[in-house]
T-cell receptor, first 110, second 114 residues
Framework: GQQVMQIPQYQHVQEGEDFTTYCNSSTTLSNIQWYKQRPGGHPVFLIQ?????EVKKQKRLTFQFGEAKKNSSLHITATQTTDVGTYFCAADNYGQNFVFGPGTRLSVLP | NAGVTQTPKFRVLKTGQSMTLLCAQD?????MYWYRQDPGMGLRLIHY???????AKGEVPDGYNVSRLKKQNFLLGLESAAPSQTSVYFCATDRGLSSNQPQHFGDGTRLSIL
């Protein structure tokens, strides 16, 4: 079946440093979603990418969909303590249910 | 407007006991999902429903049953709880009109099986 991997599993950064997490699928995707889960909370939808090579920005967050639509990345510029949490990608394999990656847990040291 | 409400929030069961988790939504969404979340494994789909009266198996359905008798409610049942079912359970909903709808999650149910 479809496998979705995320790297790294954990990332510790100093406040102000940049952060990137990568999501890789074993199959070509129709679209991909990103979610953020704060400690003790529930996943919250951030964004969806649909087009090959698409890049979207939300303030300090930049999301990119690979040209082959098999991978995606989330980059945070100048991290803040409010960025702490686990970031999940969720991959849609053309109409089948979304498959969530294992997540990248981000810690930001003040 | 509550969104997605899960009850109970916490529960401790003994092996072999049964229980039902309730998910209620007031967003008039068609699709509803039950996930379990375990450390390092992300969210895994247990069962889902694409509309009232329908259910389907997800990635890890064994040991669970579901029902969607009303559009706004999606119930997850454990007939005979096992320690391996200790997890955090999340319900999610989406509009279901196409494959690219964002999912809205409840706050989760933390379930421990002793």
């Amino acid at each position: 079946g479809q496998q979705v991997m995320q790297i790294p599993q954990y990332q510790h950064v100093q406040e102000g440093e940049d952060f990137t997490t990568y999501c890789n699928s074993s199959t070509t995707l129709s679209n991909i979603q990103w979610y953020k889960q704060r400690p003790g909370g529930h996943p919250v939808f951030l964004i969806q990418l649909v087009k090959s090579g698409e890049v979207k920005k939300q303030k300090r967050l930049t999301f990119q969909f690979g040209e082959a639509k098999k991978n995606s990345s989330l980059h945070i510029t100048a991290t803040q303590t409010t960025d702490v949490g686990t970031y999940f990608c969720a991959a849609d394999n053309y109409g089948q249910n979304f498959v969530f990656g294992p997540g990248t847990r981000l810690s930001v040291l003040p | 407007n509550a969104g997605v409400t899960q009850t109970p929030k916490f529960r401790v069961l003994k092996t072999g006991q049964s229980m039902t988790l309730l998910c209620a939504q007031d967003m008039n969404h068609e699709y509803m999902y039950w996930y379990r979340q375990d450390p390092g494994m992300g969210l895994r789909l247990i069962h889902y429903s694409v509309g009232e009266g329908t259910t389907a198996k997800g990635e890890v359905p064994d040991g669970y049953n579901v029902s969607r008798l009303k559009k706004q409610n999606f119930l997850l049942g454990l007939e005979s709880a096992a320690p391996s079912q200790t997890s955090v359970y999340f319900c999610a909903t989406d509009r279901g009109l196409s494959s690219n709808q964002p999912q809205h999650f409840g706050d989760g149910t933390r379930l421990s099986i002793l």
